[in-house]
């Protein structure tokens, strides 16, 4: 028997059927999410992550940021108040030395304001000096940082891999003995710009310390030469032996310091030991002294010299100073 055909009609018809009744089949960019969902609900309730936010479009974003502008604009500043925001500031980590302090002598000025200088990231040197009393010695010192001046351009040809540290730092400040009360002729400090254009030293890993913390003094010239000359010591020893003896004063110090002052030290010993014999067998009142043997310079090499080619016999006339005076016709 011939199957029968269904009709249009009961085509659309069950297709309207389908649609109604079967399920809707999820669509692929929804499957992960509807995944996540199922395996949320299945976990413990201490152990479900929270549901992301929705992210806003970015239509909704724009008009936020369009009303928050209206409601708070932003205010215009001056020139000068957008230099000053715009530089960065050192002040509050780079203090100067305190001005109430009255100090005896200009050597506990010195070391005090250098201790200060230091616990604050960075060193003073001396600029100038002025006003000299009767008995010579100055009333007053300019001091600046460290870093300060120019830096200088190097003609070196490049041997050894060095550079200027100055930053041109505006920091500047002076010492000055007073006889007038309340200071009692005694130092003090006055501040006259307290600005760093630089940051403070903290003394980390592989840091380049200043100079002036890696000075040695008359105290650590002393154990260098006790211990290089009778102990042995050689310079990695010395280094190391210099910086754990004395504390933070020397730990800083490099190897190319000690190297430094131990020939400092022979250069200061021969300069004296060479006066000393210079000064042996002089009149009292000389007014120069002797350079030892072993610093004068080598003598010149023998050079030929070109002679003159002798005259012939009938050019050559006598010598008159070999002729005898005596003619034989004194009385």
């Keep these: 028997m011939a199957q029968q055909v269904p009709s249009h009609m009961q085509m659309q018809q069950q297709m309207q059927y389908t649609m109604q009744v079967a399920p809707q089949q999820p669509q ?20 479900q992550r929270p549901q992301q936010q929705q992210q806003q479009p970015q239509e909704q974003q724009v008009q936020q ?11 215009q500043m001056e020139p000068g ?32 304001v250098k201790a200060f200088a230091k616990s604050q990231g960075y060193a003073v040197v001396i600029v100038s ?36 540290t100055k930053t041109g730092c505006p920091m500047r400040m002076k010492a000055i003995q007073e006889k007038a009360w309340p200071y009692n002729d005694k130092w003090h400090v006055i501040v006259q710009c307290a600005e760093h254009n630089h940051e403070p030293f903290t003394g980390g890993p592989g840091a380049n310390a200043p100079a002036q913390f890696r000075k040695i003094e008359v105290d650590g010239m ?23 003896s004395f504390g ?16 400092k030290i022979k250069r200061d010993e021969e300069r004296k030991a060479a006066a000393a014999a210079a000064a042996q067998g002089l009149p009292s009142n000389a007014t120069y002294t002797l ?13 030929a010299v070109e002679r003159l080619p002798q005259l012939p016999p009938d050019m050559q006339v006598p010598d008159p100073d070999m002729e005898s005076d005596d003619d034989g016709d004194e009385l």
Aim: positive net charge; aromatic residues 6%.
């Design 222 to 244: 002393r154990w260098l030469m006790i211990m290089h000359r009778e102990a042995q010591c050689n310079l990695r020893q010395l280094t190391i032996g210099i910086r754990i």
């Design 28 to 47: 692929p960019q929804h499957q992960a999410q509807l995944q996540a969902q199922a395996q949320a609900r299945a976990l413990p309730p201490h152990r």
């Design 291 to 303: 350079i030892p043997q072993s610093h004068l310079p080598p003598p010149p090499e023998p050079q």
């Design 81 to 112: 108040q957008q230099a000053q925001q715009s530089r960065p500031n050192f002040q509050m980590a780079l203090l100067p030395p305190p001005q109430d302090r009255l100090y005896n002598t200009w050597d506990d000025l010195r070391e005090d």
């Design 248 to 263: 933070d004063k020397y730990q800083y110090v490099k190897k190319s310091d000690v190297r430094n002052m131990l020939a």
């Design 65 to 75: 940021q369009f009303q928050q502008q209206q409601q708070h604009p932003p205010q």
């Design 129 to 164: 000096s002025l006003n000299r009393d009767p008995e010579g010695q100055y009333r007053r010192y300019n001091l600046c940082c460290g870093k300060g001046g120019k830096s200088y351009t190097s003609h070196s040809k490049g041997l050894r891999n060095t550079r200027s």
